[in-house]
């Protein structure tokens, strides 16, 4: 069920995720996915990893045909025990546009999500 939170629809969407975080990698689980950022479960320690900080995530979508991943820049907004709130700060448009594919089809209202593709974009 998609969530609102500000002015981006979130959807419920468990994929594997990496982040590199000043020369660390944490490991974890997309939880919730919108075109403006993601909260990944991580069991990592995150005592070195402060709010504010510029991550580089990769997103992996496995299917049953293919394998694909994106890249994404972004930054910590959200720390908890569970895992990291990461705000995108930028991303090529193709992995913009599979991930608007993604969250649409998630969010089954491809209407609202195309008017946020073309705010979010512009913004990015």
Do not use: C, W
């Not at 069920?1 to 982040?19: C, G, I, N, S, Y």
């Not at 939880?31 to 510029?54: H, N, P, R, V, Y």
């Not at 546009?97 to 705010?119: P, T």
Request: proline residues 1%; negative net charge; glycine residues 8%.
């Amino acid at each position: 069920m998609p969530q609102k939170k500000r002015d981006t629809t979130r959807v419920e969407f468990h994929t594997r995720a990496e982040l590199e975080i000043e020369g660390q990698v944490v490991s974890g689980t997309v939880e919730d996915l919108s075109l403006k950022g993601m909260f990944l479960k991580t069991d990592a320690s995150q005592q070195s990893i402060q709010i504010g900080q510029e991550v580089m995530v990769t997103i992996r979508f496995s299917g049953t045909t293919s394998n694909l991943s994106i890249d994404v820049q972004g930054k910590v907004v959200r720390l908890t025990q569970q895992g990291l709130g990461i705000e995108f700060t930028d991303m090529e448009f193709d992995s913009f546009v599979y991930l608007r594919n993604v969250v649409a089809y998630n969010a089954g209202d491809e209407d609202a999500i195309m008017d946020e593709f073309s705010r979010t974009f512009t913004e990015l």
